[in-house]
């Protein structure tokens, strides 16, 4: 009873398992040779499916028969109702159980998916194959022979080989019978352990050889089918001599066990065999029996003298595992013995495990299509792994060999699964080749493997691409219309219609191509010009045949390749080049440039000069042309010569172009000024003038030409005040402000014209003296003060720098009418003056002792100043200071800059303020023009200023003041102090110097702003100097 319990909780424990699998099995019989569409049983309902409507299912219930490629299924099972039906191959059972003899062994087996995955479990449904009478028994011969001697007793018994029957059952052997036995002979049925019956003959009379040796019958062998079948056999009996005693085996019955790899020739079994007989009687003859397999027959043999029973080729024991061998031994009498030998194969680990594969979802070409959507635990395939060899050697695990996103899950002993384990994608992986390994538990383990191919399946989400995103292309021009260019070819990473490629031309394709559109050969439907378009780039598009349809682009550049068919062409008919005259031998002329229609060596166009090769030489390939001569425009103007320009094509070609240098002169002229005339002239400004007026005017010429003699004028100096303003074109000065009293006097405006030239501007310097005044009474005093204000330096400004006089006839006026009151006045100033110059006059020389000359306006002037200098010279001259003016450097690169050092020496002597007669103070001053002797004249002593000197700067090459003839040249200034020494008797004379250099301006000169910068130092002096300064 507790045996009975476990058994039955086991056998529940295994249906739990088997259920929590998801996997069933199911058990029908079925009769063999059934017809077509016969009803066998119903899934859904003998499983007792049920399904949960909280449940929703991806698809419809499904029953899908899983079985191996290439089988040929004996039942089909309906998908929708799960009904199964036979099928048109015909149920054999004899054939699918062969050598099975047992009625209830004979099992035919499927496997049914039921699917969706919601609901998904496998069932294994066997099918007991019921056996019919549809194979009647046969004997093994038609004619059987059997030898009985004659002195048989009667009753004695012959085997007689039996029937075969392939049917099992009642549908088996059941009855022997004799026809015509003719009473000599009967039959008998011996049935044996294993239920086999073996017909024997049995002797009912006495034989005589003598009377009848041969004795022929028929024997019937008949099966319990109903109705049953039957088959008859000759059975022909020969009546031989007498042999008394026949072979006696020592053991009937031998078992024996040998490995199925045991060599050929290895011994199986010996047999012995013992005869009472003696001589020919007594020899035995062993032999197989005819009822033993063909299968054994070839796969042993036996000695007939010796019994030994050997291996005649390999065995299998896969193949048939029990071999039976009757062996007879024989003593030539009618009556042979019969011994049993059971070969039993035993097994080695020698075949290796087999893998069965059944798919459940069918595969095309031996691939599964499986979609990248298709959901968690998707089942695929059901893997049966068999081993054929026994025990541990039969015994097969499973397993993948790599990381797959698949798993094996098993459901029956050596059957699995094949499903999904994770999500799929497409797009990273398109294909698995699933190894999947077979291994049994011998030693050494024995492996099999096989591939199982799937293919994921893709939505429509790839557009086609193109192997090539930017095709180029190149062909000759004058092409033949119709030309195949390229084949265009895309690649989609969808299968099936989503990978169905048309080839379409974009909208930006010229009609001169044509793409097809299954096969995307590109082709030039017309000829193609280089020389019209050399290059076309186009689109064409690749489209899928999905639903919804994607598309890609690519461009197709297309280059056509040149022909000489164009000769070299010059920009211009004729060239005209201008050089400047002081152009260099070898320098750059200009540029011929050269074009060819054609492209590659059909355009390397080579130049060269046809005449005047003596002047000019041109680069081959750049077509500089460059001077083999030096220019001198006065002599000859302009040349003119041909050049011709050859291409490099096979069949060359040529053209030439006239080419003319004109030669262009170069600002080397200095612009000269021709008003004024001299530097030593002067205008009158009456002080009536109105702001605007014109006092003056300047005018210069220029020997250049075009732009080198373009002239702009400009007041570089002593117009400090801004009184007045000059016209940059015509070089008219005119009146800017209003004349007041303080303006009144003379002024030295530093006037500088200069040329538009190209490279560099040149430029000139001149004075121009104004007198603001009524008028002018006294010319030649006026005259005299010009030139001694051509002694001061250019930085200084006359009326700022010093006291000019104001000799206006009012002022003279007024100083008559209070001649009397001014008398007394200019006796007690004489004296404060000769009171102050007493001691500070040696101080100031020692400070003086700075050397430094002035240069005179010309050479004469030079040498009769230093013998005055010379005689005159004196340790009373006061401190010569200096003045350094500069130029700020305005960054508008337009200006014009001129940076320069002027040194202005500032010498005071006390002799010259002695010398001057105060009442020679000419009586035309008006009363209220300004007393400019004041300016020399004081009781009250006066600091002196020290003005410090600045570093020389080096002096630029041009000239700044035009040199003029004698009454028209000017000295700028000097290089370094000056020494002085004053003979001059007038009162409004500052000095006579004699200087050596000019004026140097190191840089331009902006003649629109313009800081002076005074550096000075202070050292008390007891003389009284104001310096204006501005």
């Known amino acids: 009873m507790d045996l009975l319990s476990g058994t039955y909780l086991l056998a529940v424990l295994l249906a739990c398992i088997i259920f929590q699998s998801g996997a069933q099995e199911k058990n029908y019989t079925v009769r063999e040779e059934l017809p077509e569409n016969v009803l066998i049983g119903n899934l859904l309902k003998d499983l007792n499916l049920t399904l949960d409507p909280d449940v929703p299912l991806s698809s419809p219930l499904q029953f899908k028969l899983v079985y191996k490629t290439g089988d040929v299924p004996l039942v089909r099972v309906e998908e929708n109702t799960g009904e199964i039906f036979t099928t048109a191959n015909r149920i054999d059972r004899e054939k699918l159980c062969s050598g099975i003899f047992s009625e209830n062994r004979c099992f035919y087996e499927v496997e049914v998916a039921v699917l969706p995955d919601e609901v998904f479990r496998l069932v294994k449904i066997r099918f007991l194959i019921e056996d019919i009478n549809d194979n009647a028994p046969l004997f093994p011969s038609t004619v059987i022979n059997i030898s009985i001697p004659e002195n048989t007793a009667i009753n004695s018994r012959y085997s007689v080989p039996s029937a075969i029957d392939p049917d099992i059952g009642v549908n088996g052997i059941q009855h022997y019978e004799l026809l015509k036995g003719q009473n000599v002979f009967g039959l008998d049925i011996i049935e044996t352990p294993e239920g086999d019956k073996w017909p024997q003959l049995i002797v009912q009379q006495i034989l005589d050889r003598e009377q009848k040796d041969t004795y022929v019958m028929k024997i019937k062998v008949e099966d319990g089918g109903s109705p049953p079948r039957s088959s008859t056999a000759i059975l022909q009996v020969t009546v031989t001599d007498v042999n008394d005693n026949r072979p006696v085996f020592k053991e009937n019955d031998i078992e024996v066990s040998i490995p199925e790899n045991a060599p050929v020739g290895t011994s199986v079994s010996q047999l012995h065999a013992t005869d009472a007989d003696l001589g020919s009687n007594a020899q035995i003859h062993f032999y197989f029996s005819n009822q033993i397999s063909s299968l054994a027959k070839k796969l042993f043999v036996i000695d007939n003298a010796t019994g030994l029973i050997t291996i005649r080729e390999p065995l299998d024991r896969e193949e048939s595992p029990v071999h039976k061998l009757t062996v007879l031994a024989s003593d030539g009498s009618s009556t042979p013995s019969r011994a049993t030998v059971t070969v039993n194969v035993t097994d080695i680990n020698d075949n290796v495990p087999s893998i069965d594969t059944r798919y459940i979802i069918n595969p095309v070409n031996g691939t599964v299509l499986l979609s990248e959507k298709a959901p968690l635990n998707t089942k695929i395939a059901l893997i049966t792994v068999m081993d054929k060899d026994a025990d541990l050697n039969g015994k097969v695990t499973c397993f993948t060999d790599h990381d797959v996103p698949f798993r094996l899950k098993p459901v029956f002993d ?155 062409a010059f920009t211009h008919n004729e060239y005209n080049f201008y050089v400047p005259e002081n152009l260099p031998m070898y320098g750059t002329v200009g540029l011929i440039t050269v074009t060819d229609a054609d492209s590659g060596e059909n355009a390397a166009v080579t130049l060269s000069i046809l005449n005047g090769r003596d002047n000019f030489i041109i ?82 010429v220029d020997n250049d030409t075009g732009m080198n003699a373009e002239l702009r004028y400009s007041i570089i100096g002593g117009n400090s005040r801004g009184l007045f303003a000059i016209d940059q074109l015509t070089g008219n000065i005119t009146l800017k402000e209003k004349v007041i009293t303080s303006d009144h006097g003379l002024h030295r405006l530093v006037i500088k014209v200069n040329d538009l030239g190209q490279p560099e501007s040149l430029y000139t310097i001149a004075l121009v003296h104004l007198f603001v005044n009524e008028t002018v009474t006294n010319s030649s005093y006026i005259q005299e003060l010009v030139r001694r204000n051509m002694e001061t330096p250019v930085g200084q400004n006359i009326g700022d720098g010093e006291i000019t006089p104001q000799t206006n006839d009012y002022v003279k006026i007024i100083i008559a009418i209070i001649a009397g009151t001014m008398t007394v006045i200019l006796v007690i100033f004489v004296t404060a003056l000769v009171r102050c110059r007493q001691t500070p006059r040696h101080k100031v020389v020692q400070k003086n002792k700075q050397s430094g000359e002035w240069v005179s306006p010309n050479q004469e002037n030079r040498q009769i100043k230093k013998k005055k200098k010379k005689k005159k010279r004196s340790p009373k001259s006061l401190l010569l200071n200096f003045v350094t003016i500069e130029e700020s450097k305005p960054d508008d690169p337009g200006h014009e800059h001129i940076n320069g050092t002027l040194d202005i020496p500032v010498e005071l002597e006390e002799q010259t303020m002695g010398k001057y007669n105060w009442a020679t103070t000419p009586t035309t001053f008006k009363p209220d023009s300004p007393d400019l002797a004041k300016h020399y004249k004081s009781a009250s002593p006066q600091p002196t200023f020290q003005i410090k000197p600045e570093t020389p700067v080096p002096p630029k090459k041009h000239h700044v003041i035009q040199e003029l003839p004698l009454d028209n040249t000017f000295v700028v200034g000097c290089d370094s102090l000056s020494k002085c020494s004053s003979s001059s008797s007038d009162p409004y004379s500052v000095s006579e110097c004699s200087c050596q250099g000019g004026f140097k301006t190191p840089g331009p000169i902006h003649t629109r702003q313009v800081m002076e910068i005074l550096r000075f130092s202070l050292s008390p002096l007891p003389l009284s100097f104001p310096l204006i300064l501005l």
């Open 414 to 568: 050596n059957q699995f699964l094949l499903e999904t384990a994770t999500f799929l994608d497409y797009e990273s992986t398109r294909e698995y080749a699933i190894k999947i390994v077979a291994s049994d538990s011998g030693k050494p383990p024995l492996n099999q493997s096989a591939m199982l191919l799937i293919k994921i399946k893709d939505e429509n989400d790839n557009a086609p691409v193109f192997t090539q995103p930017i095709i180029g292309l190149s062909i000759p021009e004058n092409n033949a219309p119709g030309t195949q260019l390229t084949k265009i070819s895309a690649t989609d990473a969808d299968s099936g219609r989503n990978a169905e490629i048309s080839y379409i031309l974009g909208s930006d394709a010229p009609p001169i191509f044509n793409l097809d559109r299954r096969t995307g050969i590109l082709t030039a439907v017309r000829k193609l010009d280089r020389e019209k378009q050399d290059k076309y780039s186009f689109t064409v598009l690749a489209k899928d045949n999905g639903m919804p349809p994607l598309q890609t682009n690519a461009t197709v550049t297309v280059s056509v390749l040149d022909q000489n068919d164009n000769s070299p």
């Open 619 to 700: 680069d081959p390939l750049t077509g500089v042309i460059r001077p083999n001569i030096t220019f001198d425009r006065e002599q000859q103007g302009s040349y003119t010569f041909q050049v011709k320009a050859v291409d490099g094509g096979r069949l060359q070609r040529s053209s030439t172009a006239k080419v003319t240098i004109n030669v262009v002169d170069v600002n080397d002229n200095r612009p000269v000024f021709v008003i004024p005339s001299s530097n030593y002239s002067y205008e009158l400004v009456p002080t009536s003038s109105s702001p605007g007026s014109v006092v003056t005017k300047v005018f210069a």
